[in-house]
């Protein structure tokens, strides 16, 4: 009897004890962080099948460079072109000296949008008002009411919808611009654009991972839009919203939920993308990695990764801009106008 | 099943603690500490990294012998807050650790030898932690929720002199069998949210010495003044466990300080006599 219960303590002893891979001391070997580097990646992000990536391959090409590294620059520089593979907004390495970004997804696209106009007299002017998040104001003498929404980290309450409301009540329509908006947090997304929704709809989908390997996914799971639970009742007013290709991540989810919005019409560019969430981790040497792992799908389980499509797709033109005015915006203001 | 079993230990749990409310004798030893000491973590949801740090406890322990059992059948009731500041091995972020543990127990007594007690029974817990890590984005926070039986041992020594009155004792508890909460390896707190009906079967699980292991204890030395019975002692706790390709880790050392005393509990009709 003595001798079990020695065996068995012992024994527990062992496994809450027991070695793991788990970083417990600073280590700035180059190999060690980019391997951890890699191995995270092939681990817990989302998007290998759907861009069809080798990331194999790709090891074995960063990996060589490794031999060149003398500095932490030397080897942030390799890993963040390694990341730059995945040609994904939502991918970042943070170190306590740079962070690394892709340009890709929205470098070459027009740029739809300047904010030397959109703040100019002929817009928002220097008086906007501010609710929340939301810059506003009345455009084209007083006929249509714009609102400009720059961040989706930027929160609003019912009380700033209820003053602008009041403010925009002789307006034939709204416009709302969420061009170069990057994105910020699902749930202002989402109760934004319940607004512009008679009853609870499914806007999208969602799934995670599950596992190790690149397919190994939950069942998609429904993400909805409830008029029961947003600020306002904007569903019977005519609407439309701006988009460019900077439209990423919350904004590029809220632009998938406004299309399918009754009232509303989606002009602008193609949006940028950024369908995965994002979750985190870290490396050894305590840089931080972001990477998509939660990846999002339009209401036809379509892929929104790579941006979707306005209803009308409209750029803005250099003549216009030279007479101070955007094409986009002008564009809306006749839509609303003519209907 | 994993519901089941869930609501079976909660009506368990609820139950014992009617009963001894109904059956207690009304001499309650009560003890309050404080502990200060380290704390590591590991919590694979969070990062891959352990961090460790300042850990600070505050501990409520009450007990008393059954009605009626010879003074062989002791009940334990436990509340601990746990504060903890920890870093990863860099320094170049932290996670904020706010847990705590409710706890009810019973105890038989033994008594091999004239100063000698040793206790053997069992604890149910209610334990719940919130972890918050200041770099992370979206999975920036991760809770642990569990309740779990545990095997619970005790060995008190008196040490009785003319000039000292001391006790000394060491507690040894390990979980047994329970449930606890674990999200799946990707799953986001926004999508937990969003979906936790029909996600609950999957963050649920079921546990016991396959996927949770551990080692409670406490050396405790009681000095019984004239007045009052000081404490002084350490704990530490390690747990490891594991599910959906997660795994998570929780090592404390304290050092502990407090006092310990008897109150005699009075309410109702029984106050009147």
């Known amino acids: ?339 | 099943m994993r519901h089941s079993f869930t609501i079976i230990l909660i009506i368990s749990s609820l139950w014992l603690t009617k009963l001894y409310a109904q059956t207690s004798e009304p001499f309650m030893n009560h003890t309050w500490s404080i502990g200060v000491g380290n704390m590591t973590l590991h919590d694979s949801y969070l990062s891959p990294a352990s961090y460790s740090g300042l850990n600070l406890n505050l501990n409520i322990a009450e007990s008393a012998f059954y009605k009626n059992c010879d003074e062989k059948i002791s009940w334990d009731t436990r509340l601990q807050l746990s504060y903890g500041d920890t870093y990863n091995p860099a320094k170049t972020a932290s996670i904020n650790y706010f847990g705590g543990i409710l706890g009810y127990g019973s105890h038989y007594h033994f008594q091999p030898l004239h100063n000698l007690t040793i206790m053997t029974g069992a604890f149910v817990n209610v334990e719940g932690a919130l972890k918050y890590n200041s770099r992370n984005v979206n999975n920036m926070g991760s809770g642990d929720l569990n309740t779990t039986l545990y095997a619970s041992a005790i060995m008190r020594y008196k040490v009785r002199s003319e000039r000292l009155h001391m006790n000394i004792q060491y507690e040894l508890m390990t979980p047994v069998l329970g449930c606890m909460f674990i999200p799946e390896m990707g799953h986001s707190y926004y999508e937990i949210y969003e979906n936790l009906p029909n996600d609950l079967d999957k963050v649920t699980h079921f546990s016991s010495f396959h996927n949770k292991q551990g080692i409670q204890g406490k050396f405790t030395l009681d000095f019984l003044l004239k007045n009052v019975t000081l404490r002084a002692g350490f704990s530490h706790n390690n747990q490891t466990w594991q599910g959906n390709d997660l795994n998570f880790k929780q090592s404390q050392f304290n050092i502990l300080i407090g006092a310990t005393y008897n109150i005699i509990r009075l309410g109702g009709k029984k106050a009147e006599k």
């Open chain 1, 1 to 339: 009897m003595k001798r079990t219960i020695i065996i068995a303590f012992s024994t527990l002893l062992l496994l809450v004890s027991c070695e793991d891979n788990t970083y417990k001391t600073f280590d700035a070997n180059p190999y060690t962080n980019f391997d951890a580097l890699w191995k995270t990646l092939d681990q817990k992000y989302c998007y290998f099948e759907t861009k069809n990536l080798d990331w194999d391959g790709v090891k074995t090409v960063y990996r060589a460079k490794l031999t060149h590294v003398k500095t932490a620059f030397d080897l942030f520089d390799v890993c963040a072109q390694m990341l730059d593979t995945l040609q994904d907004g939502h991918v970042n390495l943070y170190s306590s000296f740079d962070i690394s970004r892709c340009t890709g997804w929205f470098d070459n696209y027009p740029a739809n949008y300047n904010e030397n106009i959109v703040y100019g007299p002929q817009y928002l002017g220097a008086n906007y008002r501010i609710a929340g998040g939301f810059h506003y104001g009345r455009i084209n003498n007083g006929e249509i009411g714009y609102i400009r929404y720059r961040d989706f980290s930027n929160g609003f309450t019912s009380a700033n919808f209820s003053y602008m409301d009041y403010y925009f009540k002789d307006c034939k329509g709204i416009i709302i611009d969420v061009r170069n908006n990057g994105g910020g947090q699902l749930d202002y997304s989402k109760n934004f654009a319940s607004c512009f929704f008679t009853e609870k709809t499914i806007t999208g989908y969602m799934r995670h991972k599950t596992g190790f390997g690149h397919t190994d996914f939950s069942e998609m799971q429904p993400m909805y839009v409830d008029p029961a639970l947003a600020p306002i009742d904007w569903s019977k007013r005519k609407v439309v919203v701006l988009c460019n290709r900077r439209c990423y991540s919350a904004t590029n989810d809220f632009v998938t939920k406004m299309l399918q919005a009754p009232n509303v019409t989606v002009i602008g560019g193609k949006t940028g993308g950024g369908g995965g969430m994002p979750l985190s981790s870290e490396l050894p040497n305590g840089w931080m990695i972001r990477f998509s792992a939660v990846p999002m799908y339009d209401q036809n389980g379509s892929e929104i990764e790579f941006g979707v499509n306005p209803d009308i797709q409209i750029n803005t033109t250099n003549e216009d801009a030279s007479t101070g005015k955007d094409t986009i915006i002008e564009y809306a203001i006749n839509l609303l106008k003519s209907n």
